[in-house]
């Protein structure tokens, strides 16, 4: 199973980035696919998450900013992230679970590598 993020970069406040995250080795449509980050000297962080009947969860710092959206046909989800604020720096993460309903980072068996958001002026 393998999971790549990309799509970070720098960007200033306000601005947008779409993270990309490939998955193989695995069914998506059968799976949780989670979005997490770390910014430095912190712990991870839960961000969003959608499972395979599409339920959907944000973080509180996150919502009406960030959207998760996945495309099962071609393996990939996605989370497109708007008003990007200072705080949202970090290195983001997707991760998947099988047959979870939950935002839980400690749920998630698969991780990928990260990819850096650097939101500064």
């Known amino acids: 199973v393998q999971l790549q993020a990309s799509g970070g970069g720098l960007v200033q406040p306000g601005g947008s980035l779409r993270l990309s995250c490939a998955v193989s080795?695995?069914?998506?449509?059968?799976?949780?696919i989670g979005w997490f980050r770390q910014a430095p000297g912190k712990g991870r962080e839960e961000v969003s998450c959608i499972d395979s009947s599409d339920w959907i969860a944000y973080a509180d710092s996150v919502k009406d900013r960030f959207t998760i959206s996945r495309d099962n046909a071609k393996n990939m989800v996605f989370l497109q992230m708007n008003t990007l604020k200072p705080e949202d720096t970090a290195v983001y993460y997707c991760?998947?679970?099988?047959?979870?309903?939950?935002?839980?980072?400690?749920?998630?068996?698969?991780w990928g590598q990260g990819t850096q958001v650097t939101v500064s002026s």
């Open positions: 080795g695995i069914t998506l449509a059968n799976n949780a």
């Open positions: 991760a998947a679970a099988y047959g979870v309903k939950s935002i839980i980072g400690g749920n998630y068996d698969y």
